[in-house]
């Protein structure tokens, strides 16, 4: 065994198995991305600001009148968060491929699947929570009515989990298009429907002074499914427009 | 049972097997559909609510069924391609996904002429159209997902986890959506599930549906065989065949 | 176990064209072999098959005298890989990019290290600038960086002497033929001539020749 030049690494080692450090891997990963939202939280903050603007719209366009606000309210809240997610999700890998990280992240001796989950963690907790953390000052805007408050945070909190997640399955798969934020939007839209539903579900039943946990639970659920299948669906999508 | 599968994913083996079934698959789906649409046209009873109208259930249905069955035979192929490399089967499906599109359009037209003299409007949130109408989203995305890769092979690839990745979604989809529908329109009046149909009128219906599935088999054999010819149009035994000829 | 890679009969057709056909490349360790040919010979594509990252192409690559899709995985923790974009986050700093690089590797090591490699690449007082305010050359030397890091036995360096200067490039040279000289193995695509590696192997890629054979 000799010594480099600089007497850093002890050798080149002969050959090794595959298989160790996933979770500092995973860790580092996350805290990197982390790292890069903070230095730009501009970034972060577009996707909140349009959904402030989309949300100011509706008055407009509309009528300021607080019962038909009421009325509308959970519907537009929702829509409008699904077009902020959208916003954001076209830059979920696009940054990593365009500085040639992604390749080299496609390129670990890890699970894609898993590495990528700690990416889509990192888009939720700095577009998804944020947002539904937003919603109810909105909410207010939109004289949505007393009791739907907590529904729509929590419903909100939960969905753009799904919406990370789902989206960042179309977000791989236009990474490599040069415009490929308009393919996206044509992409997941269809997929974010029932959470959709039952999102805006869930806040009519509180409206109503019903039960709407049961309505969350099926969020809950609809979250679970995604966490098990869309990492597979983001990693295989990534290595088709990685390597063709 | 892998020698067939290997030989099955064979262009060359698949564009002899296609030529043979296929005129057998278009004299069926003609024949059915000419009998069914005859029958149901011309013979079957009116219904007593609605009239001669409720007559577009022989296209609306059949269309309908088509257009969901496409998809999940979209996803199977993408799986088959992806998993065993077999690229016959991407070509059937991107041969399939412009016909299952069409399909959907049609049912969805369909239903909203049909809605017209039933309803009294063209379109309704009813649960099976708005399903309908997400199913038709699904197919453009997978459509355009292929043709917006430079490489063809990396799209057909996007194309098949597409595919795969809403399969999974149409269930949930179907269901959340009836389940809004329920939610908004407690009385709606859905216009395909009647509670008994008389037997001559669902029996050419059941025949136009098996006429539209043999049309659909007809029509993917024959428009494969065509992309194999234009995908391997390089390959010695496809330039072999056209030399024989003259 | 001696490291080794070999690849039999490779044919790579890339928009009806091959781009190589009947390749036979063996990498052992102690070599450093460069791979040559004119603009879009298939270099960049050849070293993504040989590491693994593309894998429809006929014939076979083996690693350790396993099949790759089957030995993918063990093949990638013994690959080191630089591809032609530095793969650095411009709002990172040089170490933070580094740092996450190590992790990544499984190779976490402690920041007085990832110190000395930037100094070692010249890039002694850079270590804590987001790399957005660093020169082209010095991007890429941050990435160069992790050469002085790796533990990696397989290097994989597609253009790596892009943007650097002719101090850098004696460096690297020199840190190549060093690696080789310690048991490693490096596949290399440039333009330079790497006349300071010792014992350099070639492999040229030549679409019009690879065609005829």
Redesign the interface.
């Known amino acids: 065994m000799k010594t480099t030049t600089s007497g850093l690494t002890e050798a080149a080692e002969p050959v090794r198995e595959a298989g160790e450090g996933l979770g500092r891997a995973v860790v580092a990963t996350f805290r990197r991305d982390l790292t890069a939202v903070a230095r730009r939280p501009g970034d972060a903050l577009t996707p909140l600001v349009f959904f402030a603007m989309v949300i100011t719209l509706f008055p407009l366009g509309i009528s300021p009148d607080p019962e038909r606000l009421a009325l509308i309210a959970p519907g537009v809240l929702w829509v409008a968060a699904l077009l902020s997610a959208l916003l954001s999700l076209d830059g979920l890998f696009r940054g990593d491929f365009e500085d040639g990280t992604l390749e080299q992240l496609l390129l670990a001796p890890h699970p894609l699947s898993l590495l990528v989950l700690a990416k889509v963690a990192v888009h939720w907790l700095t577009t998804g929570l944020p947002l539904a953390l937003m919603a109810p000052l909105l909410g207010v805007l939109l004289a949505l009515p007393q009791g739907s408050y907590l529904a729509l945070s929590a419903t909100l909190a939960l969905g753009s989990g799904c919406i990370s997640l789902?989206g960042a399955?179309g977000a791989g798969?236009?990474v490599?298009?040069a415009r490929?934020g308009m393919?996206l939007s044509?992409?997941v839209?269809?997929?974010f429907?029932?959470v959709l539903?039952?999102g805006t579900?869930a806040m009519?039943a509180a409206l109503g002074g019903g039960e709407w946990l049961g309505h969350l639970a099926v969020i809950g659920a609809?979250l679970s499914?995604s966490l098990m299948?869309a990492p597979i669906?983001i990693a295989?999508?990534l290595r088709?427009?990685i390597h063709? | 049972m892998w020698a067939f599968f290997h030989k099955l994913g064979s262009p060359r083996w698949f564009y002899g097997i296609a030529a043979r079934l296929s005129p057998w698959c278009w004299a069926l789906a003609l024949a059915l559909i000419l009998i069914g649409s005859v029958w149901g046209l011309a013979f079957a009873p009116a219904d007593y609510q609605q009239g001669n109208s409720f007559r577009i259930i022989y296209v609306h249905v059949p269309a309908a069924f088509l257009a969901q069955s496409i998809f999940m035979a979209l996803a199977a192929s993408g799986f088959v391609f992806?998993v065993w490399?077999i690229k016959i089967a991407d070509m059937a499906a991107a041969m399939m996904a412009p016909l299952g599109a069409a399909m959907t359009a049609i049912a969805l037209l369909s239903g909203s002429v049909w809605g017209k003299p039933t309803w009294g409007t063209w379109w309704q949130w009813d649960a099976r159209l708005t399903s309908m109408l997400?199913l038709l989203?699904?197919y453009?995305?997978v459509m355009?997902?292929r043709r917006?890769?430079a490489?063809p092979?990396?799209g057909a690839?996007?194309a098949s986890?597409?595919a795969?990745?809403?399969v999974?979604?149409i269930p949930?989809?179907k269901?959340?959506?009836e389940?809004?529908n329920t939610?908004h329109q407690p009385a709606s009046f859905t216009i395909t599930e009647r509670p008994a149909m008389p037997l001559e009128m669902w029996m050419p219906l059941l025949i136009m549906v098996l006429g539209f599935y043999a049309f659909f088999a007809a029509f993917t054999l024959t428009r494969t065989r065509t992309e194999i010819l234009r995908r391997e149009g390089?390959k010695r035994w496809v330039k072999e065949l056209f030399e024989e000829r003259p | 176990m001696r490291l080794c890679l070999e690849a039999r009969q490779l044919a790579c057709e890339r928009?009806?064209r091959w781009l190589f056909r009947g390749l036979d490349v063996a990498l052992k360790a102690g070599e450093v072999l460069r791979v040559e040919g004119p603009n879009g010979s298939g270099k960049t594509t050849l070293l993504k098959i040989l590491c693994g990252q593309i894998a429809?192409v006929d014939g076979e690559v083996r690693w350790q005298g396993r099949a790759l899709p089957r030995a993918r995985a063990d093949l990638l923790a013994n690959l080191l890989y630089l591809g032609h974009a530095p793969g650095i986050k411009a709002n990172l700093t040089a170490i933070e990019n580094l740092r996450w690089y190590q992790a990544l590797s499984g190779d976490g090591c402690p920041d007085a290290q990832l110190e000395a490699a930037l100094a070692e690449v010249g890039l002694a007082g850079f270590e804590d600038v987001p790399t957005a305010q660093l020169s082209a050359g010095q991007k890429r030397r941050v990435t160069l960086a992790r050469l002085a890091l790796s533990r990696r036995a397989l290097w994989v360096l597609d253009e790596p002497f892009t943007a650097i200067d002719v101090a850098g490039v004696a460096a690297l040279e020199h840190r190549l033929s060093d690696h080789a000289a310690r048991g490693g193995a490096v596949l290399v695509t440039t333009h330079h001539p790497l006349s300071n590696v010792p014992g350099l192997r070639r492999l040229t890629l030549d679409g019009h020749r690879q065609v005829a054979s």
């Open positions: 789902i399955i798969l236009t490599g298009l490929g393919l044509l992409l839209l269809p997929l429907m029932p539903i039952f579900g009519g609809l499914v299948a669906a295989a999508s088709i427009s063709g | 992806m490399k997400i989203f699904l453009l995305g355009l997902i917006a890769f490489r092979q990396s690839k996007a986890v597409l795969m990745v809403g999974i979604n949930i989809i269901y959340s959506v389940w809004w939610l390089h | 928009d009806g429809d």
